[in-house]
């Protein structure tokens, strides 16, 4: 059993930026369509959910990639973040491509400026 942590902080202005200039092509690339209904159903404070998924997966690309990354070649869509009915948040990967068992625990925190996020991974 391996046990790691990943963390990412990003400024909210950096992914609102991106969206701005890049539209779908960015959204697409980064996120899946349930992370995309998600941030826009926040209306006004969208960015600032979007920037907290940027974080949580870069958040998890560090605390996983010591043992997965080389071996799947891991993007961006193969993670996913949802939130339970208390509006806490977990992850599924793409299991058709990661075919072993790996638990993730995330938190995620947001403000006007900055968005946050911490992870530990046990595989
Ligand atoms: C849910 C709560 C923790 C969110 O905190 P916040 O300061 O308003 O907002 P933050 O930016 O720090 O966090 C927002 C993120 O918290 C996460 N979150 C929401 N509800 C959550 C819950 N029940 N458990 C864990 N994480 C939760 C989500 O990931 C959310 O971001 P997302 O919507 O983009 O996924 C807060 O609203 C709350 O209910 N606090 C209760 C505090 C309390 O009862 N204190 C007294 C006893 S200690």
Redesign the pocket.
Known sequence: MNITCGTDIIEVERIKKAIEKLGDKFLNEVYTKNEIE??ES?NIKKY??YA??FAAKEAIFKAISPTLNNKYDLTWLDME?F??E????YVTLNKEKINMTVEID??????KDY?IANCIVKI
């Open positions: 998600y941030c926040k600032e959910h907290a998924r973040i939130n339970n208390q509006g806490r948040p995330i938190s995620l925190s947001h403000i968005a």
